[in-house]
């Protein structure tokens, strides 16, 4: 396993790169050029401070999520060409720097889902990522994505990049008549494209969950099951086509068995990078981040470590969304002290793990 923490930039995120450092057992970070729009070639001159600027504290930047997917190619127009031609150019250029892994997803329009940013926990006053269906009583599309970034507190949010939700109207109509099947034949002209360029370059594509893990305003979405990604591997049988599994996405739909599911693709060798957060569930379709602890939420971390130690060892892992606790501000999801005392369990559940044998 190799301990990374999300980090934005020094000019976008509350957290600095000498504080990550400081966290036990940190050895990197997943990195992210978070100005950059989907489609958009990310240029040397642009990584390379980047990546000094990491290195220079210490620290390796070997995971970089995401480089977004234009949604003509989700869609599978004909301008998917420039798109992927692009994503390619971005793939060796980052290579060029180091980098081993390139976390994705291939969600229609629209990341990462909640009904609130900031739900306060009652029984300790932090706050934390909430989702609840029924919250979203009438809101459509448009009226979510607005609640969204009023309550961001003025924080880019991954996922929520502004251009990406501009002509949102437009792109949910131009999906109207895009089927599941159409997204999968799709992702397929993607990843063929990709791979051979990843295979020369030393870089693994790594597909994250559909979060929640459902669909949504009806549309398609196809990676948020064991079948759903045993679809999605079987697109291209290269090692380079692999899989970012988040414990807390595929936890949102209680069907999922994560340890499971961890350990099926972790044994086919498809898992590149893990994600690691828990869930309560309050409901039907309705749940709250937790902190990591087992007993805090419904996932058994014993067991995803476990799962992971026993399969794919190797890892990259992060921490993920925090609570927020201690009166810290900062982006939701994203601040230091939750998301250092996950990895700080994780890391004692992993020496735990390994010398119980
Ligand atoms: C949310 C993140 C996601 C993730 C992307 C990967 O906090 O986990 O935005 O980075 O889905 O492409």
């Known amino acids: 396993m190799k301990m990374t923490f999300r980090w934005f930039g020094s000019k976008s995120d509350t957290v600095t790169l ?4 400081q966290i036990p057992g940190m050895t990197g970070i997943m990195g992210f050029l978070d100005y950059k729009k989907a489609g958009e ?62 976390v994705y997803n291939f969600m229609p329009v ?7 940013l900031a739900r306060v926990i009652e029984e300790d006053g932090s706050n934390s990522l909430y989702f ?30 502004p ?12 999906y109207k008549t895009v089927t599941a099947e159409d997204l999968l034949r799709n992702y397929k002209y993607f990843i063929d494209a990709l791979v051979p360029v990843c ?3 030393g870089v693994v594509m790594a597909c994250h969950p559909d979060d929640p893990a459902w669909p949504i305003f009806g549309l398609p979405r196809i990676a948020h099951t064991l079948e759903g990604f045993d679809k999605i591997i079987a697109l291209n ?35 590149a990078c893990m994600h690691i957060r828990n869930v309560k569930h309050l409901g039907h379709r309705h749940f709250r981040e ?26 990259y892992v992060r921490p993920d969304h925090g609570r927020m606790i201690w009166d810290e501000a900062g982006r939701p999801g994203y601040g230091l002290y939750d998301r250092a005392l996950g990895a700080a369990y994780l890391n004692g559940l992993w020496e735990a793990v390994n010398k119980c044998v």
């Not at 000498?18 to 450092?21: G, L, P, T, V």
């Not at 998917?80 to 994503?87: C, E, G, K, L």
């Not at 937790?290 to 890892?315: E, F, I, Q, R």
Request: net charge negative; aromatic share 6%.
């Open 290 to 315: 937790s902190s990591h602890l087992s007993a805090d939420g419904d996932l058994d971390m014993y067991a995803v470590v476990k799962a992971m130690s026993d399969t794919c060892p190797n890892v």
């Open 237 to 271: 049988d290269s090692p380079a086509h692999s899989l970012c599994l988040c414990t807390g996405s595929l936890a949102s739909n209680r069907d999922n068995d994560v340890p499971a599911i961890v350990r099926h693709f972790g044994r086919k060798g498809r898992v």
């Open 199 to 201: 295979e020369e370059a």
């Open 18 to 21: 000498k504080q990550i450092r």
């Open 41 to 102: 070639v990310w240029e040397r001159d642009e990584i390379k401070p980047y990546v000094a600027e990491v290195h220079a504290a210490g620290l390796e930047c070997e995971v970089i999520e995401s480089v977004n997917v234009h949604e003509d190619i989700k869609m599978g127009v004909p301008a998917r060409d420039v798109h992927i031609s692009n994503y390619i150019e971005t793939i060796r250029n980052l290579a060029g720097f180091g980098v081993k892994v390139i």
């Open 110 to 116: 629209f990341d990462w889902l909640r009904t609130d």
């Open 132 to 161: 609840d269906e029924k919250d979203l009583g009438t809101m459509g599309p448009l009226e979510i994505v607005a609640k969204t970034s009023r309550d961001s507190g003025g924080f880019s949010l991954p996922g929520w990049e």
């Open 163 to 174: 251009e990406r939700l501009a002509e949102l109207e437009k792109t949910l109509e131009r």
